[in-house]
């Protein structure tokens, strides 16, 4: 196998495996106000999301850049929680800045505070020949985060599915409403309950 | 206010799936560790040896040479050269064309920050294209342990990947 595949298997199998639980709920909260048929405005912010954490990740490795990993470690659940709440909070994206368009920008800057999380770990181990790796373990970060998406697009229809055998009444919200108000609860209390096990106070 | 049946349903399924999540979520101190060991094989050909440095967390270790000698994991993540010489021989493993372990000897350890820089080295034995190797280290602590190999044999380049359960593979 070549350098640059075992590289991509590893971030590959980093972003896919249970333990990832939090990058998972990121991306899930990400991609619960969206149906199947938005999954170009799902791309656009999940990419955003890999340049954000590509590039703190590459500053961290290379040394340009400090981060207490206690800290780290707390911001990334608050970022979940952050979008959960935002999801709940806005009903019509259609009056909101730039008519929501904004999700792609707080994904890159969420994603900033995620590369750094990564790169303590790779700092540590690939100390002397970084930019392979660290490109690779990158590019299978990517491909893991399309297989999560689409497995969370499933569990969203499967949500979806749900929602339409409960019958909720008229006076209800919209199903699509329900299921990101489901979702983003869940999500946001996990993140919640490990913000405060990770607080650095 | 009188909540929505639909509502009720969704919120009662999102707090029931919260907790099921907390339950089995992570629950470390370091949200989303990285298990990965990296060692790095260099043939010499001239000597007809073979030498690997082998990079790991110091800490996870510790703790796996602790659990297979069953005694308590040490507070400064140390372990002596004879414990993890014989931890290597157990999950670090070559054999030879004829399925013998190749043995290998101590060529020491160094610690910088949280990693620690395993030293072996066998003698007289064929170029990595004739051997197998097997890694499995750390396995028996993480479920998700990533060990990668790189090998180096005169112009000869190549990578491996070892994870939980893998036989194993030809060392290049």
């Known amino acids: ?201 | 206010m009188v909540m929505p049946h639909g509502v009720k349903c969704s919120l009662t399924l999102a707090f029931v799936l919260a907790a099921m999540a907390l339950a089995t979520g992570p629950n470390e101190a370091n949200a989303h560790p990285l298990h990965t060991t990296l060692a790095q094989l260099t043939y010499h050909d001239h000597e007809r040896a073979l030498e690997g440095s082998i990079r790991v967390f110091a800490g996870d270790f510790a703790a796996a040479v602790a659990k297979r000698k069953h005694f308590a994991m040490p507070n400064d993540d140390r372990v002596s050269d004879a414990d993890a010489m014989a931890y290597l021989q157990d999950t670090f493993r070559f054999t030879d064309a004829d399925g013998h372990a190749v043995p290998l000897s101590w060529c020491g350890s160094r610690r910088a920050g949280d990693v620690l820089w395993l030293c072996v080295r066998a003698s007289n034995v064929a170029p990595p294209n004739a051997l197998e190797l097997s890694d499995q280290m750390l396995c028996e602590l993480f479920d998700d342990q990533i060990n990668i190999v790189q090998a180096v044999s005169g112009t000869r380049h190549a990578s491996m990947l070892f994870t939980k359960g893998d036989g194993a593979k030809s060392a290049m």
Not at chain 1, 84 to 105: C, F, H, K, M, Q
Not at chain 1, 147 to 175: K, N, T
């Open chain 1, 1 to 201: 196998m070549s350098e640059l595949a075992t590289f991509i298997q590893l971030g590959f199998r980093h972003i896919v495996d249970i333990s990832a639980m939090d990058h998972i709920l990121f991306l899930l909260a990400l991609a619960a106000i969206y149906r199947f048929r938005d999954w170009r405005s799902t791309l656009w912010v999940v990419t955003a999301f890999t340049v954000g954490h590509s590039i703190t990740l590459g500053l961290a490795v290379t040394g340009l850049l400090t981060i207490s990993p206690g800290l780290v470690e707390f911001l990334i659940p608050l970022t979940i929680m952050i979008t959960a709440v935002e999801n709940i909070i806005v009903r019509d994206r259609g009056r909101t800045l730039w008519s929501g368009r904004y999700r792609p920008v707080f994904a890159g800057v969420f994603g900033l505070v995620h590369g750094a999380g990564f790169a303590s770990y790779l700092k540590s181990l690939f100390v002397d020949h970084v930019a392979l790796p660290l490109f690779g373990f990158n590019v299978g970060i990517e491909i893991g985060q399309v297989v999560v998406l689409v497995a969370a697009f499933s569990a969203l229809y499967g949500i979806d599915r749900a929602i339409a055998w409960l019958r909720p009444p008229p006076s209800a919200p919209a199903p699509l409403r329900l299921r990101v108000l489901a979702v983003s609860s869940l999500v946001a209390v996990v993140a919640a309950h490990w913000a405060i096990e990770r607080a650095p106070w």
